[in-house]
Every structure is written in C-alpha cells, then in structure tokens.
T-cell receptor, first 113, second 115 residues
Framework: AQSVTQLGSHVSVSEGALVLLRCNYS??????LFWYVQYPNQGLQLLLK??????LVKGINGFEAEFKKSETSFHLTKPSAHMSDAAEYFCAVKKAAGNKLTFGGGTRVLVKP | DGGITQSPKYLFRKEGQNVTLSCEQN?????MYWYRQDPGQGLRLIYY???????QKGDIAEGYSVSREKKESFPLTVTSAQKNPTAFYLC??????????????FGPGTRLLVL
C-alpha cells in the first residue's frame, strides 16, 4: 500500500522567510503527486501537481515543488512567507491506475510577523 | 460559477440517529468522492463513485452508505452503526482521465458533531 509522510505536523516561519514543507512517499513506480492547502473550516484547494513532465512544478501563490525520484520526495517551498500562507498543507499521491488519493497527515504553518 | 457545494455546514447527530450529508457538483465530473478528516490524520477515503448507480468502498466505509442516482449528486449517510462520527467530511469530484492524472476538487466541507 502507498503511504505519504509529511515531516513535521507544525512549522513556524517568520514573515519573509523561506517556507519548506517536506513530503516523502512510498511507491514502486513514479506516481502523480499533489499539494493542497486548507484554510480553517474550509475545503482543500490545489496548489500544484506533478504529472511526470517537468520535475520542478510551479503552483499558485508563489509555491513550487520539486520531484526527486531518487529520494522519493516532493518537498514544497516558497521563497518568502506571507501572513496569508498560514494554513494546513497536505501532500497526496495517486497511482496511474485507480482513483485513490493517499494523503499525508498534514503540516500546519504558522507565520510570525 | 462552477463548483462543489456541501450542506449543511454544521450538522448535529443524536445517538442512534442516521444523518445525511449533501454533495452537489456542477462541474460535469464523472467521479465523486467522500473523505473523512480527523485532526492529525489527513484525509481518509470513505466511498467513491465513477458513474451513476455505481460506487465502491474506500478505506473506512463501515457505518456509512452512499447513493449516486444523478451525475451531479452524491449524498453520504452516516448511520447509527458509525460509533465515532464526529469529524469534518469533505466531498470531492474529478474527471476520469486516461493515464490517471486527474485532479480532485473539493467542496467546503460539513462538520458533524454528536450531541
């Protein structure tokens, strides 16, 4: 079975500092990979997804993620944190066959002024 | 505006009661999904449907039931057999793409609380 590990359930960053959220997956073949963001009491919004084209994927709100097959990782970064980035972030993986998305446990980001 | 709507936003259940959560989409998506979200556990798949009048169990289907009578609607019933129903429930929908690269889009969620 696939699994997704997000290192750190909580991350605190200063406004203007780098945001780095880690995601590792277990899969025997390169899957499709997604990052979603969730604001309090809301649904999930897609930030970006990897579908085997470019390994560096750019998303909305200045976020990007790099797929590294050798490390089975898909870490999310943003060069400069903004107060509006305070939210919970979820990494998810999907096999080519089937509909199932497998989610990591989420990382809550706190942005300090 | 195209999107996914869920109602109600908050729902209270009494002991032994069945409750139904509504999910409607106007994105013309073939597939619809129900997830349960608990703090620190990410999202877990309850049921999904790829076509009208057909659906499959996900990882935690016990105590839940669904129907798919119309393409745009996928209601979830939380039955009295679900002993710990307090959670945030999210509905999603997607196209079905050859190669499997489709994106799931999520509704705003329903928070279910037990009285």
């Amino acid at each position: 079975a696939q699994s997704v590990t997000q290192l750190g359930s909580h991350v605190s960053v200063s406004e203007g500092a780098l945001v780095l959220l880690r995601c590792n997956y277990s899969s025997s073949v390169p899957p499709y990979l997604f990052w979603y963001v969730q604001y309090p009491n809301q649904g999930l919004q897609l930030l970006l997804k990897y579908t085997s084209a470019a390994t560096l994927v750019k998303g909305i709100n200045g976020f990007e993620a790099e797929f590294k097959k050798s490390e089975t990782s898909f870490h999310l970064t943003k060069p400069s944190a903004h107060m509006s980035d305070a939210a919970e972030y979820f990494c998810a993986v999907k096999k080519a066959a089937g509909n199932k998305l497998t989610f990591g446990g989420g990382t809550r980001v706190l942005v300090k002024p | 505006d195209g999107g996914i709507t869920q109602s109600p936003k908050y729902l209270f259940r009494k002991e032994g009661q069945n409750v139904t959560l509504s999910c409607e989409q106007n994105l013309n998506h073939d597939a619809m999904y129900w997830y349960r979200q608990d703090p620190g556990q990410g999202l877990r798949l309850i049921y999904y449907s790829q076509i009208v009048n057909d659906f499959q169990k996900g990882d935690i289907a016990e105590g839940y039931s669904v129907s798919r009578e119309k393409k745009e609607s996928f209601p979830l019933t939380v039955t009295s057999a679900q002993k710990n129903p307090t959670a945030f429930y999210l509905c999603a929908s997607s196209d079905l793409l050859q190669g499997g690269s489709e994106t799931q889009y999520f509704g705003p969620g329903t928070r279910l609380l037990v009285l």
